[in-house]
């Protein structure tokens, strides 16, 4: 999920917003309902302090950021950019 934020350039607190995020959450889990998944990211990220729940999608918080900012390239050729 921090691949969003990352391929994205989100900053810390700035909105992801939805459109950006369900590509990744349908990579992620292909069998469930989206909403499921996305209720499970949220839960996941707002447990871990990456992110907070948006109207818009999902903010990006200053540990989240840090979080994101140690992803390495090679974690990003692997998931579904744009």
Do not use: C
Request: net charge negative; hydrophobic share 30%.
């Amino acid at each position: 999920m921090l691949k969003a934020f990352k391929s994205n350039g989100t900053q810390a607190d700035e909105v992801l917003g939805w459109e950006e995020i369900y590509p990744f959450l349908h990579k992620e889990d292909e069998h469930n309902h989206y909403m499921d998944v996305q209720k499970r990211a949220e839960e996941h990220l707002r447990n871990q302090g990456y992110a907070t729940p948006d109207p818009a999608g999902l903010r990006l918080t200053e540990v989240g950021y840090k979080a994101v900012q140690e992803l390495d390239d090679q974690d990003l050729s692997q998931s579904n950019a744009r």
